[in-house]
């Protein structure tokens, strides 16, 4: 059974930051990202991760400002969230694919999810 537990988020003030933490179990091999809901709004694609780490993609909203990493030997992703913007406010959701790597479209091949965690910027 796959299972992914977010954690690290919280409340910071615009231009702080946070580091998102997802911890996953029952999977193997997998490319990782991360995905956010905002209140009233569809989900919308964070960054994603190759399983070996070589190969990552960001939103442009979020490039030059996050910074997705991986750790496999915890099997476990992490975002590192810089110079954070009120329009980041958002329940940041860890995902997993089935393979190694992601592909454009399709929530870039992600097929399970965690339960989110809450960043909560404030202005």
């Known amino acids: 059974q796959v299972q992914l537990v977010e954690s690290g988020g919280g409340l910071v003030q615009a231009g702080g930051s946070l580091r998102l933490s997802c911890a996953a179990s029952?999977?193997?091999?997998?490319?990782m990202g991360w995905f956010r809901q905002a209140p009233g709004k569809e989900r919308e694609f964070v960054a994603v991760i190759s399983w070996s780490g070589a190969s990552t993609y960001y939103a442009d909203s979020v490039k030059g400002r996050f910074t997705i990493s991986r750790d496999n030997a915890k099997n476990s992703v992490f975002l590192q969230m810089n110079n954070l913007i009120p329009d980041d406010t958002a329940v940041y959701y860890c995902a997993a694919a089935r393979g190694p790597t992601y592909k454009y479209g399709d929530n870039y091949g992600m097929r399970f999810w965690g339960k989110g965690t809450l960043v909560t910027v404030s202005s």
């Open positions: 029952g999977l193997s091999n997998s490319a």
